[in-house]
């Protein structure tokens, strides 16, 4: 009878230590769904997922999407083989699910209400503090850089269509010559 209240004690600690696993795994997912956030990929504002149209936003929310699960996948096998001794049991798959809802219905909820809110704010300080700055000094730099094309390069190229042209309207000027002839009185013949 002790074998079985050890059995039965150790598979409740797997249950509750499973879902604290999917408490962990759905608030690690939040932090996937809040990068998508940062990045303008989705919006969760009204209390849906809307996501930005176009192949490339789908590929990168679709590329982090897997690379999550993969990791979730390789860290859950890894948890059961350490402490069911590599023996998967159908309880512990399904309260590690139930814990991912639950997080994912309670506290993720809150979490993207939050995270849009926040979003907005990071995206007006990366404006204000990194963005404004780099234009200016953009600006500066694309006006430095044509005062100093004007100063060398442009005087340069100028010179040279000068030459150019003069080249060409002596050659113009040579060609006239050979075509007219005047006569005796100056008149063209």
Same mark, same amino acid.
């Given at each position: 009878?002790?074998? %079985? &209240?050890?059995?039965?004690?150790?598979?409740?600690?797997?249950?509750?230590?499973?879902?604290?696993?999917?408490?962990?795994?759905?608030?690690?997912?939040?932090?996937?769904?809040?990068?998508?956030?940062?990045?303008?990929?989705?919006?969760?504002?009204?209390?849906?997922?809307?996501?930005?149209?176009?192949?490339?936003?789908?590929?990168?929310?679709?590329?982090?999407?897997?690379?999550?699960?993969?990791?979730?996948?390789?860290?859950?096998?890894?948890?059961?083989?350490?402490?069911?001794?590599?023996?998967?049991?159908?309880?512990?798959?399904?309260?590690?699910?139930?814990?991912?809802?639950?997080?994912?219905?309670?506290?993720?909820?809150?979490?993207?209400?939050?995270? &849009?809110?926040?979003?907005?704010?990071?995206?007006?300080?990366?404006?204000?503090?990194?963005?404004?700055?780099?234009?200016?000094?953009?600006?500066? %730099?694309?006006?430095?850089?044509?005062?100093?094309?004007?100063?060398?390069?442009?005087?340069?190229?100028?010179?040279?269509?000068?030459?150019?042209?003069?080249?060409?309207? &002596?050659?113009?000027?040579?060609?006239?010559?050979?075509?007219?002839?005047?006569? &005796?009185?100056?008149?063209?013949?």
């Amino acid at each position: 009878m002790q074998y %079985l &209240e050890t059995f039965f004690e150790k598979q409740a600690q797997i249950v509750a230590t499973s879902f604290i696993l999917g408490l962990i795994f759905g608030a690690s997912y939040d932090i996937i769904r809040i990068n998508h956030i940062l990045c303008s990929l989705v919006s969760y504002r009204g209390g849906k997922r809307r996501m930005r149209r176009g192949i490339a936003p789908f590929l990168l929310v679709f590329f982090a999407d897997l690379c999550w699960m993969l990791l979730v996948g390789a860290v859950f096998s890894v948890w059961v083989y350490r402490v069911n001794d590599g023996a998967f049991r159908w309880f512990i798959a399904f309260s590690a699910v139930a814990g991912f809802a639950v997080w994912h219905a309670t506290l993720g909820r809150v979490a993207m209400l939050c995270a &849009e809110a926040i979003a907005a704010f990071l995206r007006r300080v990366f404006a204000l503090l990194v963005v404004r700055p780099l234009r200016f000094l953009g600006r500066i %730099l694309i006006g430095c850089a044509r005062t100093l094309w004007h100063l060398t390069g442009g005087r340069i190229l100028g010179a040279m269509k000068r030459q150019h042209a003069i080249r060409r309207t &002596e050659r113009m000027r040579r060609a006239l010559r050979q075509d007219l002839s005047f006569g &005796e009185r100056g008149e063209i013949s």
